[in-house]
């Protein structure tokens, strides 16, 4: 039965699709059957794929669960052991499907459920907010996964995001837990960077991945071009870091 994992943080431009593109294909390289999942109206994981207008995605599979009783992920293989659910602009329109729906919490895990057992890990690339798609992701994952920027900004927002998680646990879903909290983004030579680690450390402990994401351009320039860090320019910075969180996430869950 695979391991489900949200990657979530409801602020922008923390890592967060980035993470989760690179943790798959880390995973895929490990030798694990691994699928990764769009769910974000901006689409920015499936493009960072090299995936275009894509007729069939995870909102027409979440129209179909809804209009039709019939929906079913529309999986498409990427490489070897990696494959991935795109997304679609469309998506921005998936809270109001869903929100008169019966059990509208459970439809991602329902559509999910057909396809667990082939896959050793599932990944969950959430959308930047706390709306009824990532209670969605919540309901269907083991674990969750927050990218932090390490920036102050980015630590406004952690705890309504915690204790939305913890409520959905009491909830909902009481097996979840948060897997820890990455750090991204990270400039060694930023005594900001550095207090705003500590900071996280103080508060949240070991929860805190001792893996950091350092600032690295490689990670920008590969989306880019279609394909994860490893794929790009797997001696880069941003591989190594990549490569270090993913085994650190394996031994945390």
Known sequence: MGKIIAIMNNKGGVGKTTTAMNISAELARMGYQTLVMDLDSQASL???????????TIFTALKAAVEEDKGKLPIKHL???????????????????????????????????????KYDYIILDCPPALNLISINALVASDFVLIPVQTEVLSLHGLVTMVDVISSMKKKLNKKLKIAGYLMTQYDSRTGLHRSVIQGMISKYGTDVFKSIIRRNIRISEAPHRGMDIFSYDDSSAGAIDYSNATKELIQRI
Do not use: Q, W
């Not at 499936?46 to 069939?56: F, Q």
């Not at 494959?83 to 895990?109: C, N, Q, T, W």
């Open 79 to 117: 490489k070897e052991n990696l494959d991935i659910v795109p997304s679609e602009k469309k998506m921005v329109d998936a809270e109001y499907l869903l929100f008169k729906e019966h059990g509208r919490e459970y439809f991602l895990k329902e559509l999910i459920s057909p396809v667990r057992k």
């Open 46 to 56: 499936t493009l960072s794929a090299g995936l275009k207008e894509c007729t069939a």
